[in-house]
């Protein structure tokens, strides 16, 4: 039966429904009104036209009216609004907004697309400001353009963080504008997790935009050209861009009677109808099935409106067709980033109470040895039967790819596990033989296995205030870059030889620097007898989280420096200069390649060095810090972070620096004379060693006779010995852990007492203190003369040490201004 079907609205929604309505039937007259000047944009595409990567404004147009009327036979009435609905007589009054005019028009089926309108809130000034602008359609970004065209613009501020706050933002500073952007909430970008966010809050300030966070707008003063925000800040700006989120454009659908629901959003069936026969709506204005937990939800995304205006059709044309439930698949570009969601975060899931499980890993976009590789940050949620409640990810190549999979997975119903048999198309440049998908599989499977447990980065601090015992089994190397307080560090591949040091009447919270390594200790770990939990997503999770913005300080550019650093970089560029491609390398990986090119460098030698994490952009800042080398930039270049250092050239920037730089030649050594072997005395020596070696200065400990007791090995060496040899043997302490105490000794209480108040008080253990002394580079010295005396055989004493006489200690003394004999 012909039907007359009437569709208000186009963009995505209403010129999908009107061409698949064609398609299924040539019979039925279908009509579409519109009452902007455009039926069918790309509105995704807007904040790339004000920033000129989209040059032509016809680009962003999907469909004409020419077209619509000569392809598809549709009526067409643009610049024409739908004004007043009368159910009962099934007739609509439309107004012409360029001359007014008035008229009705009669439907069979009325199909309501009306989309989303922006959020302007009654702001005072507001009215008197003819500089702020908001983005919904082209004519909102022809303005924006004139505007900045014909106006002397420096300055912009954005007002919210979402999806088309942060598009803008990049697009605007792209133009060359100094940013402001303004979020009221604790994080920009509402469907990532906090810890996620971050990620992106960092590199918005790596490119130089302000963001201020957990503030809003109070009012506009100067006719716009300052905006007054809720602290009592103050932002001046020539443009603002109001991007604070939107709401159903339901006012139609209200005069009709047509029930409304979440937010004014339309309430309809699965078939799409309304609580008003022969209305139907579609897109941004109705209410949605949330895919995770079946309750209404609001997802103005563009997908799902074309999908529902294909779905309508079909069901109209008696097809069996129905709305399917959302998932809230979105990606958006945020300057080198590409971010992308599926599903509900933690957040969501807390407020529904829904029992969960989180995933974190950091993998390579491609394979690593293939140039261009590039890390994922990827968080998958999952529920106790498996079920997969959401993934977010976060990178600069395959983020929409992975996202893309998973968001496959959970429309299938599959569960966390299946992620595991997902075959991937494999080659170097694509992808790597166990995609960052296999991974989050693999590792959620054994969760659900029992094999490991992990805990959150988010649990970390009460556990560190309750001096939880927690192990870092990363490189020693890496300690420079940054660690948690109070860990304990034992090298994974060490770690079989060192249980002993570990206790077995608490729990260890083993991290590394991504999870990985920590899993794999973990596992050691747990079959030997220990409770242990690996901190989930590594020292690379926890650290994000825990950035400061507002805190970052760019690199001055070399045209900017001080008088004594342009003076360093003017000798340095006259050095031998090294370029090095630490691309696709994980964590640690762009770190050790720098040690590692640093140590076959001179001193005053300049190292290029460039990563595609960006998390580099802050480890080579500690990094530099931590070793006594000068870190001359670190920038951000297109996707990659580069950063040049002079090898051995501390940055100086006042007196105290260069006190810290003493060299042996200077005076400015330690050396100390190690005679006792007493527990107390022992920790006093390396407390001492350690704070010299960090302030900078080289330190040597020269041991002999009693103190050979606190360098010998901790394991039980068997060597044969005869004589007194064998007697001094038996009579002293077997290695470090068995000193006695100069005082209070009491049969060996005394030090199991200063032991156990030790690690009540979060101070290290001596042997980690030994530990850390050779990762400062102290040199220790066993005197061979005492060794012979007491019967203490090489193979006895740890590694790392040096054997030599008085005339060692002497020349190591003659350069010192520090001497000490304990």
């Known amino acids: 039966m012909k039907q007359r079907i009437i569709i208000v609205g186009g963009v995505a929604g209403g010129a999908s429904v009107a061409t698949r309505l064609r398609r299924l039937s040539e019979e039925n007259e279908i009509v579409m009104y519109e009452k902007g000047t455009y039926i069918s944009f790309a509105n995704c595409g807007l904040p790339y036209y004000v920033g000129g990567t989209i040059r032509e404004k016809d680009a962003l147009l999907v469909e004409s009216v020419e077209n619509m009327v000569k392809e598809f036979n549709i009526e067409v009435h643009n610049n024409t609004e739908v004004v007043d609905v009368d159910p009962e007589k099934h007739v609509i009054t439309v107004k012409n907004v360029l001359n007014g005019e008035e008229a009705t028009d009669h439907y069979d089926r009325l199909i309501l697309s ?12 507001l009215d008197h400001a003819d500089n702020v602008f908001s983005v919904r359609n082209i004519p909102d970004v022809e303005r924006i353009k004139n505007y900045i065209d014909a106006h002397t613009v420096h300055k912009a501020a954005v007002i919210g963080g979402g999806f088309i706050g942060l598009e803008m933002t990049e697009n605007l500073a792209d133009l060359g504008l100094e940013v402001t952007l303004v979020e009221a909430s604790p994080q920009v970008m509402a469907p990532l997790d906090f810890e996620m966010a971050q990620f992106v809050h960092e590199q918005i300030e790596l490119h ?8 809003g707008v109070a009012r506009f003063s100067d006719n716009g050209h300052t905006v007054v925000l809720s602290s009592g800040k103050e932002i001046d700006t020539d443009l603002t861009v109001m991007a604070i989120g939107v709401l159903p454009d339901s006012t139609l659908a209200q005069k009709a009677g047509v029930k409304t629901g979440i937010k004014g959003a339309i309430v309809v069936n699965e078939h799409f109808e309304t609580s008003v026969p022969d209305i139907f709506a579609i897109g941004d204005v109705i209410e949605v099935k949330d895919f995770i937990t079946g309750t209404p939800t609001l997802i103005p995304l563009a997908g799902p409106a074309n999908r529902q205006g294909r779905f309508l059709a079909d ?6 067709a129905k709305n399917p439930p959302v998932q ?18 933690e957040r969501l899931l807390n407020q529904t109470g829904i029992d969960y499980q989180v995933v974190h890993l950091h993998p390579n976009s491609h394979a690593g040895y293939y140039p261009g590789a590039a890390p994922i940050e990827l968080k998958v949620i999952y529920d106790e039967h498996g079920k997969i409640l959401s993934a977010q990810a976060i990178g600069t190549e395959g ?3 992975r996202i893309d999979m998973i968001s496959a997975v959970m429309r299938l119903n599959g569960s966390v596990e299946d992620l595991q048999l997902i075959e991937v198309a494999y080659a170097p440049p694509y992808a790597s033989a166990k995609d960052p998908i296999n991974y989050a599989g693999y590792i959620a499977a054994d969760q659900r296995q029992g094999l490991v447990k992990t805990i959150e980065w988010h649990e970390v601090d009460a556990l560190i205030e309750k001096q939880a015992y927690f192990l870092d089994v990363r490189e020693s190397f890496e300690l420079a870059a940054g660690k948690l307080p109070g860990s304990h560090h034992i090298p994974r591949g060490e770690l079989r030889g060192r249980m002993a040091e570990l206790p077995k009447e608490q729990p260890i919270y083993v991290y590394c620097s991504v999870g990985l390594r920590g899993y794999n200790a973990a596992r050691i770990l747990a079959l030997n007898g220990f409770e242990v939990y690996n901190l989930d997503g590594g020292l690379k999770t926890y650290e994000q989280a825990k950035y400061e913005t507002g805190q970052m300080k760019t690199q001055p550019h070399l045209a900017a420096q001080s008088e004594s650093a342009s003076t360093t970089t003017q000798q340095a560029s006259q050095c031998t200069k090294i370029e090095v491609d630490a691309c696709g390398l994980q964590c640690p990986g762009p770190i050790l390649k720098v040690k590692q090119s640093m140590e076959k460098m001179n001193k005053g030698d300049v190292l290029q060095v460039q990563a595609s994490d960006f998390g580099f952009h802050k480890d080579i800042v500690a990094w530099a810090n931590a070793t006594g080398n000068q870190l001359l930039t670190n920038d951000i270049v297109g996707n990659k972070v580069v950063a040049t250092l ?3 050239v501390k940055a100086s920037h006042d007196d105290a620096a260069h006190a810290l730089q003493a060299s042996p030649e200077s005076g400015g050594a330690t050396t100390m004379v190690v005679f006792d072997g007493d527990l107390d005395k022992a920790i006093a020596t390396f407390i001492i060693a350690t704070g010299s070696a960090a302030m900078g200065k080289p330190v040597t400990l020269f041991f002999t006779f009693w103190g050979l007791n606190i360098i010998k090995r901790h394991a039980n060496t068997k060597i044969s010995k005869s004589g007194t040899d064998k007697l001094f043997s038996m009579m002293l302490p077997k290695s470090a852990d068995h000193l006695p105490l100069s005082r209070m000794n009491m049969g060996g209480i005394g030090p199991k007492m200063i032991k156990k108040v030790m690690a009540d008080k979060n101070v290290d253990s001596l042997a980690v203190m030994i530990e850390r002394a050779k990762q400062l580079g102290v040199k220790m010295v066993a005197c061979t003369m005492s060794m012979d005396l007491m019967g203490v055989a090489r193979e006895e004493i740890i590694d790392g040490v040096e054997f030599g006489g008085v005339a060692s200690y002497l020349g190591e003394a003659a350069k010192s201004n520090v001497n000490l004999f304990i």
């Open 646 to 648: 002079v090898k051995g």
């Open 399 to 401: 983020v929409d790819k």
């Open 315 to 320: 069901y109209l044309n008696g097809l069996d």
């Open 328 to 345: 809230g698949t979105a990606v958006a570009k945020v300057f080198a980033l590409t971010v992308a969601t599926t599903g509900k975060n």
């Open 114 to 125: 009306t989309g989303a309108k922006p959020i302007v809130p009654k702001i005072q000034g």
């Open 208 to 215: 130089g935009v302000q963001l201020i966070l957990n503030d």
